[in-house]
């Protein structure tokens, strides 16, 4: 007995260090998975959603999100709100006021695209870093748009530029495009690099308004609309929206941009310039009037939150007008 008991002490203790090592193996392989980045876990935006833009067809955002893994270590859902109440009560307009992240800007050559590309970057990446700490706030997920800032003419998967605009946002590649000429060109060459800076967190708010769940709701609802005109009271109010979210940005970075008075005149005489005509056909009615395109973007100035520019839920309609 004791002989057969020396013989199987080695091949027990083999046997032993062999399934420790696999439990390891398991382990490791467990947390790997665990932790895999949120579009690699299969919440990935699907082709052929759709850029802000009236005429464009509605955003295919999905509405459930992805796992990530969270602070206790388990796997948590963060999921991006849907229907109705991603409109009206969204969980970022109770962010509160954005952080006033430093962002030192210098003015750029507007004449120089090297220099206005520069610029743009540097204000997208203050962009960048004010949403992403919004959304955290909020739980919902966040990830920065692509830019495409350029130079010669191409093609986006929603419309080629340069085009009319100047500037848009491109949901189907979740990209925002400024051309670093062309904008300036169309902009009669404004030297103020606030003006500027507006336009880009103008579009940056489209992409804003799909990463928070309220894109694809306003897109289904929109649509729903019978006549041209009940389609362009939805889009007043998500280009008001933007507005505003642009100008509580602007708003939050203002000592270390630095922005003053001067800029704040420059840019609610941007934001009239961008409203519609007054005396233009209802058709065309897509940007809100002079007023409110002006009301809207000072509230977000002064506000500097996003729960100050819910501009589905006001009492008072004439305000999105």
């Not at 260090?17 to 949120?38: G, I, M, N, R």
Request: one cysteine or more.
């Amino acid at each position: 007995m004791s002989g057969d008991r020396a013989g199987r002490g080695p091949l027990t203790m083999v046997g032993g260090l062999l399934a420790a090592l696999f439990a390891l193996a398991l382990l490791s392989w467990t947390a790997v998975v665990e932790d895999v980045p949120p579009d690699a876990a299969g919440s990935g935006r699907p082709d052929g959603a759709a850029v802000t833009s009236p005429d464009d067809k509605p955003a295919q955002e999905p509405s459930g999100g992805s796992g990530v893994l969270g602070a206790s270590g388990g796997l948590d859902q963060a999921e991006r709100p849907s229907g109705h109440a991603a409109l009206v009560a969204n969980p970022l307009y109770g962010t509160d006021r954005l952080s006033p992240l430093p962002c030192p800007v210098d003015e750029p050559d507007v004449d120089d695209a090297v220099a206005m590309e520069g610029f743009l970057h540097a204000v997208a990446d203050c962009l960048d870093e004010a949403w992403t700490t919004q959304f955290a706030r909020a739980g919902i997920p966040f990830e920065p748009p692509d830019r495409v800032f350029w130079s010669e003419p191409g093609v986006s998967p929603c419309r080629p530029y340069p085009s009319a605009a100047g500037a848009f946002y491109c949901r189907a590649s979740t990209s925002i495009y400024i051309g670093t000429s062309d904008v300036v060109e169309k902009w009669n060459g404004a030297t103020r690099s606030v003006v500027y800076a507006s336009l880009l967190a103008h579009e940056y708010s489209h992409h804003v308004q799909g990463e928070s769940g309220l894109l694809e709701y306003y897109h289904e609802q929109r649509e729903l609309e019978p006549d041209p005109e009940g389609r362009n009271a939805w889009t007043r109010r998500s280009e008001l929206q933007a507005n505003c979210l642009a100008g509580a940005f602007l708003g939050s970075i203002r000592v270390t941009y630095p922005l003053d008075d001067g800029d704040l005149e420059s840019l609610l005489e941007d934001a009239a310039a961008t409203a519609d005509r007054e005396d233009g056909p209802e058709s065309e009615r897509t940007h809100g009037s002079v007023d409110n395109g002006v009301w809207w973007t000072r509230t977000g100035w002064e506000e500097q939150a996003p729960g100050a520019c819910n501009t589905w839920d006001v009492d008072d309609e004439d305000l999105v007008e």
